[in-house]
């Protein structure tokens, strides 16, 4: 059944910036609302970006107008453009999809594996 798959996390100084991709396993037909969440030591999953299948975006306070989120509906990818970091902003960042068609049907609430981002002070 088709998975999601993050990818671009990594170790960077404050002030720097990633990039966060997110992929379906295979080919898709179409996906609806897409979202990154993000859940450090000890705390929560949180909501950081989320965009729906129209393009409405949602961002969580704290990261607004420091990330960017998108989506390439042709490539079922969804992006997290995230600049100006921040030590709190180390997490694990996952990315889920409310659902997810495919030839062989549709999968609800799709979650990836997630990817480490650390930012060092």
């Known amino acids: 059944q088709v998975q999601l798959a993050e990818s671009g996390g990594g170790l960077v100084q404050a002030g720097g910036s990633l990039r966060l991709s997110c992929a379906a396993s295979e080919n898709i037909l179409s996906f609806g609302a897409m979202a990154w969440y993000r859940q450090a030591p000890g705390n929560q999953r949180e909501l950081v970006a989320a965009i729906s299948s129209g393009g409405r975006i949602n961002y969580a306070d704290s990261v607004k107008g420091r990330f960017t989120i998108s989506r390439d509906n042709a490539k079922g990818t969804v992006y997290l453009q995230m600049n100006s970091l921040k030590s709190e902003d180390t997490a694990v960042y996952y990315c889920?999809?409310?659902?997810?068609?495919?030839?062989?049907?549709?999968?609800?609430?799709?979650w990836g594996q997630g990817t480490q981002v650390t930012v060092s002070s």
């Open positions: 889920n999809a409310d659902r997810i068609r495919t030839p062989a049907g549709i999968r609800f609430g799709v």
